[in-house]
């Protein structure tokens, strides 16, 4: 632990830029959200507060079309990606064993290769195969990114679970399926619930790979975000993307919570 | 040792990621990169058994009415605006990123986890509608033009998006966490008594920061740049949104042949080239400090 007096601290200009750098983050966001509540049709120029664009994106079919496919991609994305993984991180934290290198790169692709690469690849796979594009090509290609999402909090938390709990549990008479479901399971649910919550985010957030593999009628969130934006800029994006934010940050600090491992 | 019921479970877990990764990640790439030698249909898609290095010839020449190659630049301004812009954002990230980093790994504890938390939140959101929140602040008329306007310092519009100059504040604001994580986990096992030690043998703060510190620190600095280099160079919507149709990388240009340009074998070399790029960037950061980046 570093001591208050530390002279390393008087490092001119560390703390400053530290600053400067959260105010950089945050600013834009902070921005965003307050506009999002400006009553003025210009959507930069402030002249008082309102809910009326809120109610506005509410009312918009178009959006709420958008939202429901996001929400069944999500969804769907979520469950089948976390108990992938969920059962990839068991195996993986038992032992070395021949094929776990190429696992863990493979685990490793979707967050390393640059996304217009991976969503070109996707396409280019679902077209060569004649699948149609649309919500299930969307799902399939959510289901491949979300996987390392979820599977890393879980693995983390497999990571600090002492293997003799499940030894006990053996001798004490249990079944495998017995100890995994009352020891081991328990144990490693705030890393599942987290690394499921991360999922959804990630999904829900996604507009590159979408762009690619969706067809006309799979159109998500951010896609139909993107479209607008591309029009102009409008109260109804402000106050949409504000909703897209504060969803996402909620998530965040939730999973935070919940997949915090215990001290 | 080895039991083969053991063997078998292990395999039968492995088996749903094992094989949705191959099957929708691995084939896909490489379907890829068959692709990009093929012909192109007239109407998008491929000719699939007419092989040809057409779409790797066209990046550097353009052929001439009587068939023959000239030189063409266009492509390679491209390649050269991503790599300067990438790279910018990469070292301006890097100069934000470490003093942000150190001082978060100075804290307490408590502390940490909040900072680490705060930086993680913007990690996790919509990049899009973030990237969208940059329109608002740096249009004509929108809060900095307007804000200088009003402290007397703007003479005239602020004229920065749709500019690359937009394109680059855009990917620093973007990719500043992915520099502060990785730097901060290498600093988190960081033994600062070694600090103190450097000091009592008399090594100035500088020293002791440059001989002790940067070299804990560099693992997470290399990784960062990874992490900060790769995105930025595939970025699409990014350019797209702030920097309008006059700074166009990469991603643009890919995302053209999927659209308009109706080329999809030149799109799949293009997108295979920064795959070829990013694998060996991988490998050597991995024979480099033996881990993958980022853990």
């Known amino acids: 632990m570093p001591s208050i007096e530390n002279r390393l601290w008087r490092f001119h200009g560390v703390a400053p830029t530290a600053w400067l750098a959260f105010v950089y983050l945050y600013l834009p966001i902070v921005i965003l959200v307050v506009l999002s509540f400006n009553a003025n049709k210009v959507a930069t120029l402030w002249t008082g507060f309102s809910f009326d664009w809120y109610l506005r994106v509410l009312e918009n079919d178009n959006i709420l079309r958008a939202t429901r496919n996001s929400l069944v991609v999500a969804t769907g994305a979520t469950v089948v990606s976390t108990f992938f993984a969920t059962l990839a991180a068991l195996a993986m934290a038992s032992g070395p064993f021949r094929g776990k290198g190429v696992m863990n790169a493979m685990l490793g692709l979707p967050l390393l290769v640059p996304e217009i690469v991976t969503a070109v690849a996707s396409l280019l796979f679902?077209?060569?195969?004649?699948l149609e594009l649309g919500l299930t090509t969307v799902l399939i290609a959510h289901i491949v990114f979300c996987l390392p999402f979820a599977y890393l909090p879980i693995r983390a938390r497999l990571e600090g679970l002492d293997p003799r709990l499940a030894e006990a549990a053996a001798d004490?008479?249990?079944?495998?399926?017995?100890?995994?479901?009352?020891?081991?399971?328990?144990?490693?649910?705030?890393?599942?619930?987290s690394g499921a919550m991360l999922a959804f985010i990630v999904s829900l957030d996604d507009f590159v790979i979408t762009f690619f593999v969706a067809g006309a009628g799979a159109t998500t969130l951010p896609v139909y975000i993107f479209g607008l934006i591309r029009m102009g800029i409008t109260p109804e994006v402000n106050a949409i993307s504000a909703l897209l934010l504060m969803v996402s940050i909620a998530f965040v600090v939730l999973s935070y919570r919940v997949g915090r491992r215990p001290s | 040792m080895r039991d083969p019921r053991t063997v078998l479970r292990r395999a039968l877990l492995l088996?749903?990621?094992?094989?949705?990764?191959?099957?929708?990640?691995?084939?896909?790439?490489?379907?890829?990169?068959?692709?990009?030698?093929?012909?192109?249909?007239?109407?998008?898609?491929?000719?699939?058994?007419?092989?040809?290095?057409?779409?790797?010839?066209?990046?550097w020449y353009?052929?001439?009415?009587?068939?023959?190659?000239?030189?063409?630049?266009?492509?390679?301004?491209?390649?050269?605006?991503?790599?300067?812009?990438?790279?910018?954002?990469?070292?301006?990230t890097l100069v934000l990123g470490f003093p942000t980093a150190l001082y978060i790994a100075l804290q307490d504890e408590r502390t940490r986890q909040r900072l680490i938390l705060l930086i993680s939140i913007p990690f996790w959101t919509n990049l899009l509608v973030r990237t969208y929140a940059w329109m608002l602040l740096l249009r004509n008329g929108g809060l900095i033009d307007s804000g200088l306007g009003a402290l007397g310092l703007g003479s005239g519009a602020l004229d920065v998006l749709y500019t690359p100059t937009a394109v680059a504040i855009g990917f620093v604001y973007s990719f500043l966490p992915f520099m502060v994580l990785p730097i901060y986990t290498s600093l988190e096992k960081m033994d600062w008594r070694l600090v103190e030690a450097a000091f009592d043998l008399g090594a100035n703060r500088?020293?002791?920061?440059?001989?002790?510190?940067?070299?804990?620190?560099?693992?997470?600095?290399?990784?960062?740049?990874?992490?900060?280099?790769?995105?930025?160079l595939g970025s699409y919507y990014i350019p797209e949104l702030l920097g309008g149709g006059k700074s166009l990388m990469i991603g643009n240009l890919i995302q053209n042949q999927f659209g308009t340009a109706r080329n999809w074998p030149f799109g799949a070399a293009l997108s295979f080239t920064l795959l070829a790029l990013v694998l060996l960037a991988m490998i050597v950061y991995t024979r480099r400090f033996r881990q993958a980046p980022g853990e």
């Open chain 1, 126 to 130: 679902f077209l060569a195969l004649g």
């Open chain 1, 172 to 193: 004490l008479y249990a079944s495998r399926w017995q100890a995994f479901r009352r020891v081991t399971l328990p144990l490693i649910l705030p890393g599942v619930v």
């Open chain 2, 15 to 59: 088996a749903p990621t094992g094989l949705t990764l191959f099957v929708f990640m691995v084939i896909p790439m490489g379907l890829m990169g068959w692709m990009s030698v093929l012909e192109p249909d007239t109407y998008g898609g491929v000719r699939w058994h007419a092989l040809s290095l057409d779409a790797y010839v066209q990046f």
């Open chain 2, 62 to 92: 353009e052929r001439d009415l009587d068939d023959s190659l000239i030189l063409n630049t266009a492509y390679m301004e491209i390649f050269l605006r991503s790599f300067l812009l990438a790279g910018f954002a990469t070292l301006a």
């Open chain 2, 206 to 232: 500088w020293t002791a920061l440059r001989r002790v510190v940067l070299p804990m620190a560099l693992p997470g600095i290399a990784a960062g740049c990874l992490l900060v280099f790769i995105p930025a």
